[in-house]
């Protein structure tokens, strides 16, 4: 079956920091893979998505770049701002599964002034 | 402008009595999803509807049922609420079933007194 693993977090850092959270995945067929972000007490925001092996997907300063030799979909930004401060949930979805998503455990950021 | 809608933003039930989470969305979508995201936990899909076609998720207990009566609204039904359906309630939707984004709402935060 699919499943995807995600850091633990909290992660903690320091305006202006760098980040990553890790993600890596198991899936059948070839998947699509996803960051959703989740705001306190707000619903889910798509933040980035790559679609096939290699792609980068970036948006808001956030990239990821879909490795299929390590089945990872790790999240980058290279400074991060209070605002950034949030729940990131790596998903993936695959063609055998319908449009259904399998998401991550969540990683929860945490950025300091 | 808001795309998917979900009424209300909380909502407090007693133990036991029914109670409705409404959803409605703009985009004008042929499939709508609920999720239950409970306390510090990825989301996890209970059931979705593709145009008026109903899929109900294998573990998703009898206890919640769903109603799409058109195109726009779709909402859960919690028949007798437990102590443990306290959570997040996420509506999401996207155009079709094959390789579409889906767009969450902003939640509904059921707490069952």
């Known amino acids: 079956g699919n499943s995807v693993t995600q850091m633990e977090g909290p992660v903690t850092l320091s305006e202006e920091a760098f980040l990553t959270i890790n993600c890596t995945y198991t899936?059948?067929?070839?998947?699509?893979l996803f960051w959703y972000v989740q705001y306190p007490g707000e619903g889910l925001q798509l933040l980035l998505k790559?679609?096939?092996?290699?792609d980068k997907g970036s948006n808001k300063g956030f990239e990821a770049t879909y490795r299929k030799e390590t089945t990872s979909f790790h999240l980058e930004k290279g400074s991060v701002q209070v605002s950034d401060s949030a729940v990131y949930f790596c998903?993936?979805?695959?063609?055998?599964?319908?449009?259904?998503?399998?998401f991550g455990g969540g990683t929860r950021l945490m950025v300091k002034p | 402008d808001a795309m998917v809608i979900q009424n209300p933003r909380y909502q407090v039930t007693q133990f036991g009595k029914p109670v409705t989470l409404s959803c409605s969305q703009t985009l004008n979508h042929n499939v709508m999803y609920w999720y239950q995201q409970k306390s510090s936990q990825a989301p996890k899909l209970l059931f979705h509807y593709y145009d008026k076609d109903f899929n109900n998720e294998a573990d998703t207990p009898d206890n919640f049922q769903s109603r799409r009566p058109n195109t726009s609204f779709c909402f859960l039904d919690i028949r007798s609420p437990g102590l443990g359906d306290a959570a997040m309630y996420l509506c999401a939707t996207s155009r079709g079933l094959a390789q579409e984004t889906q767009y969450f709402g902003p939640g509904t935060r059921l707490l069952v007194l």
């Open positions: 899936a059948t067929g070839y998947p699509s």
């Open positions: 998903a993936l979805r695959t063609n055998n599964a319908g449009n259904m998503l399998t």
């Open positions: 790559a679609t096939k092996a290699d």
